[in-house]
């Protein structure tokens, strides 16, 4: 299955509220130099709200426009000789670049409205872009049946990659392993790149959330070890974790991880069209906390101590966001809105409602994480909430998160990423 780019613009065009005298550009944006001295170029990524309306991954400056009198036109670079013999590029189909000057000039005098990268030496309406860049983020929310084919495409080669890795899963191991192992594997099964940089983790690196690999550190016996990580097809990207013991874990270990994983089951089952992802996100919070005064880390009512923020000790990054074109693809704010200025809220990635069509991760995690539990100000406002002497015993412990990837779908939820085990 393939995607119609064509109709993907003439379905957007609608959407995105343009006014008679305004045209639009979006710029793939331009090749940068590598920092040493040569004539080598750092890979180019175009622009993915460029891409979105082309599929032309390679296109340095390319631009996409569009005038409602006349409809879309496409302006691409020139394939040179030296790019054929080189590079061995073909000549993308569209206008060439030497063209646009043209296009631009009979449009004179018309409002310019920017995505993508700015067009060099173009001038263009800043508060009107920022308004079409939230129509046009809404409107790119709902996936297409191709869209869809291409994450369920990842999805398998994920579902491949993690399996590969289970074997390696005990002391001794180091993060580096797992990594070439797991990312190996994904290539085998179809994907051209990571969709981000891997995260592996072992011991006290489980709570660090971008924690890059190292083969320096080694899982010890009863480490928690957490792999974040996802393949990528065609800019599609699956985004998994899952966390677990090398060796055999303690009984507070294995509390810790039911109470997320138990939580992150019951978000998912209420990932259905009109929730409230706000909601769901504070929701989860008071079931986990609800685990937390259960195994006696916590004192008080879980919906209490969230409206007192305390989940924010060992939750603090929000319950997930949209995924598709990359990672976050399209997350923000609903039509409308403005940032909840609530501290607790400050790392939530959306604010939305949950719409039938859209592909959403669902990733909480708890963590013992030092910078934050030895800070004094939060001992002080936290004194009689937290058993700060047992926090104190598991200070170095690490995390545990748990991340599906759900397309919402009219009734149920389809866990994209079911068939990755998980449990520690």
Not at 368 to 389: G, T
Request: charged share 25%.
């Amino acid at each position: 299955m393939t995607i119609d780019y064509a109709a993907r613009r003439a379905r957007i065009a609608p959407a995105l509220g343009l006014q008679p005298d305004e045209i639009l550009l979006a710029g793939a944006g331009q090749p940068l130099p590598k920092p040493e001295i040569s004539d080598a170029l750092l890979p180019f990524i175009a622009h993915q709200e460029y891409y979105y309306l082309t599929g032309h991954a390679e296109a340095a400056g390319g631009i996409a426009a569009y005038d409602a009198k006349t409809g879309w036109a496409s302006f691409v670079p020139e394939v040179t000789e030296m790019d054929r013999v080189w590079e061995g590029k073909e000549q993308l189909p569209g206008e060439l670049l030497a063209k646009f000057p043209a296009w631009l000039a009979a449009r004179q005098g018309r409002k310019v409205v920017m995505l993508g990268a700015p067009v060099t030496g173009v001038a263009f309406d800043e508060a009107r872009t920022a308004q079409v860049r939230e129509a046009y983020k809404h409107a790119r929310r709902p996936k297409e049946p191709a869209e869809i084919d291409l994450m369920k495409r990842c999805a398998a080669a994920a579902t491949a990659g993690y399996a590969k890795i289970q074997p390696l899963l005990r002391p001794g191991v180091s993060e580096r392993t797992l990594q070439i192992e797991l990312e190996a594997e994904y290539f085998r099964h179809g994907a051209q790149v990571t969709g981000y940089d891997s995260i592996v983790g072992v011991g006290a690196q489980s709570a660090v959330f971008h924690g890059s690999p190292s083969p320096d550190r080694v899982a010890k016996d009863g480490d928690f070890i957490l792999i974040d990580s996802g393949p990528q097809l065609d800019r599609y990207v699956i985004d998994v974790t899952r966390t677990y013991v090398a060796g055999k874990p303690s009984a507070f270990q294995r509390d810790l991880a039911t109470v997320v994983l138990e939580a992150q089951r019951r978000t998912c089952d209420r990932c259905r069209p009109g929730a409230e992802w706000k909601d769901l996100h504070l929701a989860t919070a008071a079931d986990m906390l609800g685990g937390l005064v259960a195994m006696g880390v916590l004192r008080g009512d879980p919906h209490s101590l969230v409206e007192q923020e305390a989940h924010t000790l060992f939750y603090p990054h929000g319950l997930g966001h949209l995924l598709g074109l990359g990672v976050r693809d399209a997350s923000g704010l609903e039509p409308g809105r403005t940032k909840d200025p609530r501290p607790s809220l400050r790392s939530l990635r959306m604010d939305l409602v949950l719409r039938a069509g859209y592909i959403t991760t669902v990733e909480p995690g708890l963590y013992f994480i030092p910078a934050i539990l030895n800070d004094p100000a939060r001992r002080a406002k936290y004194r009689d909430a937290v058993n700060w002497p047992l926090v104190e015993q598991h200070l170095h412990l690490g995390g545990v998160r748990f991340e599906d990837n759900l397309l919402i779908t009219d009734g149920a939820p389809v866990n994209l990423t079911a068939a990755i085990p998980k449990g520690i």
